[in-house]
């Protein structure tokens, strides 16, 4: 019953930008983290940044000071800005929402993510 559906994504050329989003749907419980992931074909989806309840950030290392998290708690919605993209950017992304203290977790279908050189 519940959904996530991410959208935004795109290519670029390196040093561009893009904004992704996550929007949740039919989902009643309050969402406690909303975190963004992404996944290059046949290789183990890797962590990108997560933002808590309370704001609480944090970012893969590689992502500092490009990325932005952000969450709009009444439309359900994560967006994650994406600044300076680099080629090594070049993944599927996929947003991850987890409700309760300690989840379920609910996963998006993830949205291309294409930076050219």
């Known amino acids: 019953q519940v959904q996530l559906v991410e959208s935004g994504g795109g290519s670029v050329q390196s040093g561009g930008s893009l904004r992704l989003s996550c929007t949740a749907y039919?989902?009643?419980?309050?969402?406690?983290?909303m975190a963004w992931y992404r996944q290059v074909h046949g290789i183990q989806r890797d962590f990108v940044a997560q933002?808590?309840?309370?704001?609480?950030?944090m970012y893969r290392e590689s992502v500092k000071g490009r990325f932005t998290i952000s969450r709009d708690n009444a439309k359900k919605t994560s967006y994650l800005q994406m600044n300076s993209l680099k080629p090594e950017d070049t993944s599927v992304y996929y947003c991850?929402?987890?409700?309760?203290?300690?989840?379920?977790?609910?996963w998006g279908g993830g949205t291309q993510v294409t930076v050219s050189s």
């Open positions: 039919r989902m009643i419980a309050r969402v406690y983290d």
């Open positions: 933002i808590s309840m309370n704001g609480t950030t």
């Open positions: 991850k929402f987890t409700v309760g203290p300690t989840g379920p977790a609910y």
